[in-house]
Each structure stands twice: as structure tokens, then as C-alpha cells.
């Protein structure tokens, strides 16, 4: 049975990992494991050893402190809160979402993000 601490870090290892668009396979070549590995610590099947998580944090360009962000001690992992799930960058769909809206040019962003405001007031 997994660790609740390390199913969080795989899940932030994954969210990090989609977030700047990196495959499975170019995250455990870029820390010098096989990709099967990288699978197992997103899992929390496997846990990740101080010295691996400060290079996989390296390789995705964070602190290592992001992932144990968002950990808290008894907290339950995931429920929900009228339609926004608590883990919500869990979700490969709402990754995928901030990823393309960071992809476009910042004056359109902006103007996309005021009509998801005036939408979602709407709705």
C-alpha cells in the first residue's frame, strides 16, 4: 500500500511533468532512469529518494519544496467542492487547459481569460 505523501509527490511529479509538456520518457532520460521508473514514483508505487527528487526537480525547473505543496497532515487527498474538484491540477483535462492557455500570446490570454470571467458569471 502507497504512502499518502508519496502518492502526493508522484501526483506532482505527473502535474509538473504535463504542465511543461515533458513525456514520461524525456523526464527519466533527463535524470538517467528508465521511463518505467518515472511511472512507478508518479503511481506512489515507488517512492522517490531525496537525491532522485532533487534531480527529477532540477529537470522541471522547480524547488523541491513544489512537491510537498498543497500536503497537508489528516487532510482527506480529494473531494469536492461545488464542480471544482480540491485536486484539481490532478485532472490531465484542467492540465492540458492551463498548458494551451499559457501557450498563447499574452494580449490574446488576457482578453480570453475576461470572457471566461464574463462566462462563467453568466452561467
Known sequence: MAHAVDVHVGKRIRQR??????TQ???????GIKFQQIQKYETGANRVSASRLWDIADALEVDVAFFF???KSGA?????TDTVPV??????EAMDLVRSYYA????QRRRLFELARV???VA
Do not use: F, H, T, Y
Open 69 to 71: 505543496e498543497g500536503l
Open 87 to 92: 485536486d484539481m491540477m490532478g485532472d490531465k
Open 119 to 121: 462566462l462563467s458569471d
Open 104 to 107: 498563447i500570446p499574452e494580449n
Open 17 to 22: 511533468r504535463w504542465l511543461v509538456g515533458m
Open 76 to 80: 482527506p487527498e480529494s473531494r469536492e
Open 25 to 31: 520518457q524525456k523526464l527519466a532520460e533527463c535524470v
